[in-house]
T-cell receptor, first 117, second 113 residues
């Protein structure tokens, strides 16, 4: 089946540093990937839609300069949390849509837990 | 706006018990509805889906029927197993714009032997 990986699975960083999270589709190509954020005991909230070869589309209230998204290839999207602060600590999950299937189904990665000290 | 409300957990059941996890939605238009499952330490997996009113999605003994009149998509299973212990998310796909998924808060299910 369609597999999506994320790296790293966990990261701890100091306040003020930047952290990059990778999302890869392992056995399919994805022109569209999605980045979600999940707070404890809460819903997944869509942060942005990542489109290969073009700028990401951010949801209302999500700072573009804070959460940089790059989707440079059909199998890789990256989310960089710039100048991270403790309030950015969260579980970040990506998903990808198979470009060749014609389906809207999203395949999810296992998530990355970010802790900012 | 579009939203999904599902029952709060945790839901604790004994093996072979009947499971219902309630999900209701608010949406403009005619969304597709989904149930995702997240097992410990893993990503979300699609459990089942329904794309129009009165459709029934089913998989692995789980079922859910798209009820437009009650705007509901309740998840049911007749006999749960310990291996069903996970977090279950109800979601709707808002097809306007960018085909965005909107999730409920998730319901944790714990099944004991």
């Amino acid at each position: 089946g369609a597999v999506v990986s994320q790296h790293p699975s966990r990261v701890i960083c100091k306040s003020g540093t930047s952290v990059k999270i990778e999302c890869r589709s392992l056995d399919f190509q994805a022109t569209t990937m999605f980045w979600y954020r999940q707070f404890p005991k809460q819903s997944l909230m869509l942060m942005a839609t990542s489109n290969e070869g073009s700028k990401a589309t951010y949801e209302q209230g999500v700072e573009k300069d804070k959460f940089l998204i790059n989707h440079a290839s059909l199998t890789l999207s990256t989310l960089t949390v710039t100048s991270a602060h403790p309030e950015d600590s969260s579980f970040y999950i990506c998903s990808a849509r198979d470009s060749s299937s014609g389906s809207n189904e999203q395949f999810f990665g296992p998530g990355t837990r970010l802790t900012v000290l | 706006g579009n939203s999904v409300t599902q029952m709060e957990g945790p839901v604790t059941l004994s093996e072979e018990a009947f499971l219902t996890i309630n999900c209701t939605y608010t949406a403009t238009g005619y969304p597709s509805l989904f149930w995702y499952v997240q097992y410990p330490g893993e990503g979300l997996q699609l459990l089942l889906k329904a794309t129009k009113a009165d459709d029934k999605g089913s998989n692995k003994g789980f079922e859910a029927t798209y009820r437009k009149e009650t705007t509901s998509f309740h998840l049911e299973k007749g006999s749960v197993q310990v291996s069903d212990s996970a977090v279950y998310f109800c979601a709707l796909l808002f097809s306007g714009g960018y085909n965005k998924l909107i999730f409920g808060a998730g319901t944790r299910l714990a099944v004991h032997p």
